[in-house]
Each structure stands twice: as C-alpha cells, then as structure tokens.
C-alpha cells in the first residue's frame, strides 16, 4: 500500500512540473465544454473543480489561441453529441471520427491515440478476440454512447450480442461492476483502464492486448461557434504542443499488468 501510495504521489509531482513551452493568450471569449462524466485519470470531478489529463491538454491548447472553456456535466457520452447538435454546449473532447458525427461539427487536427482495452479478471482461457466474448456467453460494460470502432459495431448489431453489452454512463461504475464480477470485462482506454484496476485493486485484474480500437481523437466543434480561423489556430496549437501533451500522457498513465 504504501509502495503504491508513494507511486501515485510521484505522478502528480511530475504532473505539476510539467511546463507549457508556449505562452498563454488573454481569453478572448468563452466556449462550453460538454463533459460527459467522471473518468479518472482522463476527467477527474473534485467538488466544483475539474481536472485529468485530458482538462489540462484542452486547457492548454485553447488558452493558447486565447479560448476560455467552461464546463457543461452531462450524463453520458451520447448527450454530449445531441447537447452539441442543439446549441447548449460548443465542443466535446475525445471524439473519434465517424461520418455521421461530421455532419453536425468540424473535427480538429488529432491530438492523441486513444487505445481501446479489454480489462478483466484472469481466467482459463484468455481472449485472442473480441468475438470470442460473446461467443462464449460473456458480458462487457462499455460507456453510454462511445464508438469503440468497425468490429465492435458489427458485433453489437446482433440482438443476441446486445444482451451481453451493459452500458454504463461512468467510468467509475464500470469498475465496480467488474470488481464485483457483476461484469466480465469493461472496454476502457489504456490509460483510464490501468488506473482503474490500482485504484480498485481489482484481484486478477489484467488488460488483454487485443486491439478493441485503435484510433485518434479530436475535439468536435460546433459549427456555428468556430470559424475555418479558428480550427486552423487551434490545429497549429495542437502541433506546437506534441511534446507538452506526450509528457502528460506519461505523467497521467498508470502501468497495469497485461496478459
């Protein structure tokens, strides 16, 4: 425990060190972001105060070219979408992009790769596909309303295949479920997933190497609130910042075992 406890305060130290290369613009004006739910270390929800790596990277990028963000809570990452198509909120982070999703907002230049894992406890015969979970009758807690790319999609379009997928607006829960072995696994990004299993010690936890998904994420912009200028800032923010955000996705990942 206390090896573990040391651990983690070493990353926040590493956190709070990390220095931005590039100077902060004055804010210029006020965008809303929608924030689907908590989902440590990615979206961290202290009180009134919101954190995670994924807050300090938009953050950044967006002060850069002089853009100020308020945060919107939601309850789940499909009201993120329909919250945006109506007007109440101006961007969403981590969105993967899909044609559809295109035809209500502009997406931004990639900013990281998100790596989609299975997590679970270790058993007999450990998975070499996605097929096999519902093959063999197991169940899967994924977040409410994320893309988790071709081969998920094809798998959930069956309706016997729908019966195994709970869907689960919090990150958070889903661990639960999965501590309690009310699930069999949860579909997480790596670095979320890791940090999961520690902070639940989750007994036999391990991440299967199988690639669910993977993909770049982008920010998803209201139409009506960014300009082509604005995109093309915030896209070149983006670039001038790989360094700072790859030091933070070091600062923010949590090794977990795989298998």
């Not at 990353?11 to 440590?40: H, M, N, Q």
């Not at 100020?68 to 198509?85: A, G, H, K, M, Y």
């Not at 915030?234 to 670039?239: E, F, S, T």
Request: hydrophobic fraction near 40%.
């Amino acid at each position: 425990m206390i090896t573990r406890k040391f651990s983690w305060l070493i990353s926040v130290l590493c956190i709070l060190f990390i220095v931005p290369t590039y100077a902060l613009e004055p804010c210029v004006r006020t965008v809303k972001l929608g924030l689907a739910s908590d989902w440590p270390p990615l979206v961290i929800f202290k009180g009134p105060h919101t954190t995670g790596l994924e807050i300090e990277i938009a953050k950044q990028v967006f002060s850069e070219i002089g853009i100020c963000i308020n945060f919107v809570r939601l309850p789940s990452s499909s009201r993120s979408f329909t919250e945006l198509q109506k007007g109440n909120i101006d961007f969403v982070l981590m969105a993967s992009f899909t044609k559809e999703r295109a035809k209500f907002g502009h997406f931004s230049a990639p900013y990281r790769q998100e790596r989609m894992r299975l997590f679970g406890k270790i058993k007999g015969n450990l998975l070499t596909t996605l097929a096999q979970v519902f093959d063999r009758g197991e169940s899967i807690a994924v977040s409410t309303g994320s893309y988790y790319g071709e081969e998920f999609e094809h798998l959930r379009a069956t309706a016997e295949n729908q019966k195994q997928i709970v869907e689960v607006a919090n990150a958070t829960r889903r661990a639960r479920l999965l501590a309690m072995g009310r699930v069999d696994y949860v579909i997480e990004d790596e670095i979320s997933g890791g940090a999961l299993l520690k902070k639940y010690q989750i007994e036999d936890g391990v991440m299967l190497p199988y690639p669910v998904h993977d993909n770049n994420v982008h920010y998803l912009l209201r139409k009506e609130v960014f300009t082509a200028q604005d995109i093309s800032n915030l896209n070149a923010a983006i670039v001038r910042n790989k360094a700072f955000i790859n030091e933070l996705i070091q600062a923010y990942s949590q090794p977990s075992q795989s298998h």
